[in-house]
């Protein structure tokens, strides 16, 4: 059974997505969005960081749009 029948089978709701990943080629990030099962990284942390953003600041806005 292909991994894409498996997550249509595991998976409630109607979105099949499960997760978006992007590649590593040479050491260096090639940014090409594919689908697939996660790979336990996340770079969000990264780019808030490089525009000087903390986790506080997006949890009070999260908290400001509910």
Not at 6 to 25: A, N, P, Y
Not at 31 to 43: D, N
């Amino acid at each position: 059974m292909s991994f894409y029948t498996r997550i249509k089978l595991e998976t409630t709701g109607d979105s099949l997505v499960v997760s978006l990943v992007t590649g590593i080629t040479d050491g260096r990030r090639s940014f090409r969005v594919q689908p697939g099962a996660p790979l336990g990284k996340s770079y969000a942390m990264d780019i808030a960081r490089k525009f000087g953003i903390s986790f506080e600041q997006l949890a009070v806005e999260i908290d400001a749009r509910r």
